[in-house]
């Protein structure tokens, strides 16, 4: 089935025209779904890829612009050799898996982070769903694999300097603005909503940038079990809150 934009948000109590452009996910809490039922971390990474298919649907559902969903951070790379493989093979199936779900729905994927370190098939999977799906305008999907936010803005900082270096770059007339381009979110509008699950209070290297003003939600839920309910639940909180952006 497809769903037509700009969805069914009014069926939801959301209001059509609150409702966020762009939202980040720090989807945790796989590893502890699994601990408490005695599962391998495994387990809970593959249940969690059942709740990204959930949240996609829903986001798309009720017409979201962009979603971006924290996937593996450059961090991640220092877990157990048999959980980052088995979390990039999750990943190359995921994606050839949703490609035509993707396509049915008009959804575009893209990715962020350091993609030359994922493994060929990864690579090559991701590189034929982004271009199989770049013409599609309904939900821009953002993964990030392999992302940090320090690097991110390490690599922009270098960039500058580069051409600044070499007379490309006033350095005098640097501002948000050329920061921003230089970011691999460059043409992305900043997440309006954050959502972490699991319980953790913290951002991990998350779109450090990008969040500045974006509006936070925490939830316990542990990521296998975020619902569509729940996300719905959150949208409609973001349209309760009042955004200030430093002003009265
Ligand atoms: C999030 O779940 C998935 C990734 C970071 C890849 P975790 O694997 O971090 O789960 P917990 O935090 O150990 O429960
Ligand atoms: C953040 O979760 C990264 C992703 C969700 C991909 P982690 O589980 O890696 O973060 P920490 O270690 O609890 O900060
Ligand atoms: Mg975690």
Do not use: C
């Amino acid at each position: 089935m497809s769903f037509s934009s700009p969805g069914n948000a009014a069926a939801e109590n959301l209001d059509p025209h609150r409702m966020p452009l762009h939202v980040a996910v720090i989807m945790d809490g796989n590893g502890r779904w699994a601990r408490r039922r005695l599962l391998n971390r495994i387990r809970g990474h593959e249940a969690g890829a059942e709740t990204v298919r959930r949240i996609v649907r829903a986001s798309r559902e009720v017409g979201l612009a962009y979603l971006t969903l924290y996937a593996f951070s450059t961090e991640n790379w220092q877990r157990p050799n048999a959980e980052v493989n088995a979390l990039m093979g999750l990943l190359e199936r995921f994606l050839d898996g949703e490609q035509a779900q993707l396509m049915e729905n008009n959804i575009r994927l893209r990715a962020i982070g350091q993609t030359g370190r994922l493994p060929g098939g990864v690579k090559a999977a991701l590189e034929r769903v982004t271009s199989a799906t770049s013409a599609n305008d309904g939900m821009t999907l953002i993964l990030a694999l392999s992302y940090g936010g320090r690097d991110e803005i390490v690599t922009m900082a270098k960039n500058l300097a580069q051409e600044a270096a070499a007379g490309r770059l006033d350095a005098d007339r640097i501002d948000a603005r050329t920061v921003a381009d230089r970011l691999e979110t460059a043409g992305i509008p900043d997440p309006d909503l954050l959502i972490r699950t699991s319980g953790e209070m913290r951002i991990s290297n998350f779109l450090l940038w990008q969040i500045a003003y974006a509006e936070i939600f925490f939830t316990d839920t542990l990521w296998p079990d975020f619902s569509r309910q729940e996300f719905l639940s959150i949208l409609s909180a973001y349209q309760r809150r009042e955004r200030r952006f430093g002003r009265v």
